[in-house]
């Protein structure tokens, strides 16, 4: 258990937050929180094996992939053809059905490489496990969208959401060259059929100016007639254990972390701002604000003392999350190698997942964004990888607790220390009189 101190600089009073159980005290160690009920608090946990009654899995089709983006690990081919049907996939269905629960899935996951040079096979699988109430979700660099795939999604009873990879501003930069323009028709086609999709932006080294993030696809939307779409944007880290020259220049890293956080702080602040506002021109709607990790969803659960695990983001550690490859390995998740075979679909029971390092060896035990960051990526990279990472997350999660606090007091609000001592008394009545006309998210 560990507090860090804030300050509301609006009424100068202090407040603690308690990252154990994910609550705020006053001064005088009274819980803030109105309805605090301790059993709500019971966390989902990790685990290192896994369930045969998944509700997500993830499966891997292969790594091939026609772009050669500069922070990707798999650079592999650069031939934009599809490929052809791989033997494997009916053998794979024919697994996954014999040995997991499919009627109990919620979500099934496709991944590359470029997961849609895969199309003969992702019609197999979404053949065989469609069904309603399902959702697929489809990362994919975008240069490879066609009609077809929309038509066929549109058929399926699931929900189809895909996320398109593209970095706006840095796109030619860091990925390679710009083909938006090319797909407008396709996309259109998308949101007329009714299938989701976001833009999913690297905040890296080069590319971390949100606003200018924003409006490159605000505009790109608005110009050609499209609806507005979600952003989804991925904090850029290092997963490569050697720290190579690679890796470490597009981690935002030394003076960039303090320009990315005054940034963010102000893109956060719009937000905010936004909030209430019905005007047109606002940014559009991302995970560090309104969903996922995000500020709103971190202060309403604060305020309603939902629980908040300290699994991890990505939720490798979940016993009912499993990533597979098309050969029916389960692979730690769908970024890792041959280095990280756990087992295979046939002998779930046996599965105990290695190469994880879930705690950091206490690292995280006193951080005030543990709720948030979860202690970075799960594997087990060496400490200077971890703590590279470490760096940006802490600026970056830091800067959304404090959005989520200002959400809630309605008022600036500051970190002034971490790991200091209160005296906590979680048993005394509430406090109501604490909190200044909060905007109550909902
Ligand atoms: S373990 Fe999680 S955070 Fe790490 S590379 Fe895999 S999906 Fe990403
Ligand atoms: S990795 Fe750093 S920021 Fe993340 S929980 Fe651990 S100490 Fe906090």
Redesign the pocket.
């Known amino acids: 258990m560990s507090f860090a101190q804030f300050k509301v600089i609006g009424t100068g009073e202090y407040f603690y937050y308690e990252n154990a159980n994910h609550a705020l005290f006053n001064s005088d160690g009274d819980r803030l929180n109105f309805e605090f009920d301790s059993e709500k608090m019971s966390l989902p946990t990790s685990s290192l094996g896994k369930s045969k009654n998944p509700k997500t899995i993830k499966i891997v089709l292969g790594h091939a992939c026609n772009y050669s983006c500069g922070y990707c690990v798999q650079k592999d081919i650069g031939n934009a053809n599809e490929r052809a049907k791989n033997a494997n996939t009916q053998v794979f269905i024919q697994r996954l059905k014999q040995n997991i629960n499919v009627s109990g899935l919620e979500r099934v996951e496709l991944w590359g490489g470029e997961t849609l040079l895969y199309w003969p096979d992702i019609i197999e699988i979404m053949g065989q496990l469609d069904r309603v109430g399902l959702t697929w979700y489809i990362p994919t660099n975008g240069t490879t969208l066609m009609n077809k795939h929309v038509d066929f999604f549109a058929s399926l009873k699931g929900k189809v959401t895909i996320g398109i990879s593209h970095d706006g501003p840095g796109h030619v930069l860091l990925r390679g060259p710009e083909f938006l323009h090319k797909k407008i028709d396709v996309l259109k086609n998308l949101q007329k059929a009714g299938v989701q999709f976001s833009f999913n932006p690297v905040i890296s080294l080069y590319n971390y100016d949100l606003f200018a993030l924003n409006d490159f696809f605000a505009n790109f939307l608005k110009e050609n007639g499209l609806a507005p779409v979600n952003l989804v944007f991925e904090l850029g880290r290092v997963y490569d254990k050697t720290l190579s020259k690679n890796s470490y220049s597009h981690i935002i890293h030394g003076e960039h972390i303090q320009k990315y956080s005054d940034i963010l702080k102000r893109y956060l602040k719009r937000h905010k701002d936004e909030l209430r506002s019905t005007g047109e021109n606002k940014l559009l709607r991302t995970n560090l604000f309104h969903f996922g990790n995000g500020a709103l969803p971190y202060a309403v659960t604060l305020k309603q003392q939902r629980p908040v695990s300290f699994r991890s983001n990505c939720g490798v550690d979940l016993d009912d999350l499993i990533s597979f490859d098309i050969n029916g390995n389960v692979r730690t998740c769908q970024n890792t190698g041959n280095g990280h075979l756990q087992g295979t679909v046939d002998a779930l029971e046996k599965i105990q997942l290695k190469g994880v390092n879930l705690t950091?060896d206490g690292?995280?035990e006193n951080?005030s964004?543990?709720r948030l960051?979860?202690?970075?990526c799960p594997i087990d990279l060496s400490f200077d990888v971890f703590h590279l990472n470490?760096l940006i997350?802490?600026a970056h999660?830091t800067e959304i607790q404090l959005s989520a606090f200002e959400l809630m007091f309605n008022s600036v609000v500051e970190l002034v220390e971490e790991n200091v001592s209160i005296h906590s008394r979680p048993q005394a009545a509430p406090v109501n009189d604490f909190q200044q006309s909060p905007i109550a998210p909902t």
């Open positions: 950091k690292f995280c951080c964004v543990s960051c979860k202690s970075s470490h997350e802490k999660y």
